[in-house]
Nanobody
Framework: VQLQAFGGGEVQAGSSLRLSCKAA????????MDWYRQVPGKERELVAT???????NYVDSVRGRFTISRDNVRGTLSLDMQSLGVEDTAVYYC?????????WGRGTLVTVSN
């Protein structure tokens, strides 16, 4: 199983950014997919989840600003982030459970500056 996340970068506060994650080695459409983020020195935080039936859930701090979506044909997970603030600065990881194990993408850095 491989998860490749990309799309991070450095943006100004108030900007938007789209993260994507390409999955390989799993029957993508069957699996719940997540985005996590981690700030150095802090625990990894679950940001958003999308299940196989496309139902979604968000941590309170991003609800209304972030949108998680999936393309089951392309095997791609996305996270559209709007109204970014400095508090959103983190390394973002895509994640799933498959075959009884956890799988993580390498992570993509999002830096938001004032």
């Amino acid at each position: 199983v491989q998860l490749q996340a990309f799309g991070g970068g450095e943006v100004q506060a108030g900007s938007s950014l789209r993260l994507s994650c390409k999955a390989a080695g799993i029957n993508f459409r069957l699996h719940t997919m997540d985005w996590y983020r981690q700030v150095p020195g802090k625990e990894r935080e679950l940001v958003a989840t999308i299940s196989s039936d496309h139902s979604t859930n968000y941590v309170d701090s991003v609800r209304g600003r972030f949108t998680i979506s999936r393309d089951n044909v392309r095997g791609t997970l996305s996270l559209d982030m709007q109204s970014l603030g400095v508090e959103d600065t983190a390394v973002y990881y895509c994640h799933t459970f498959a075959r009884g194990s956890e799988f993580w993408g390498r992570g993509t850095l999002v830096t938001v500056s004032n």
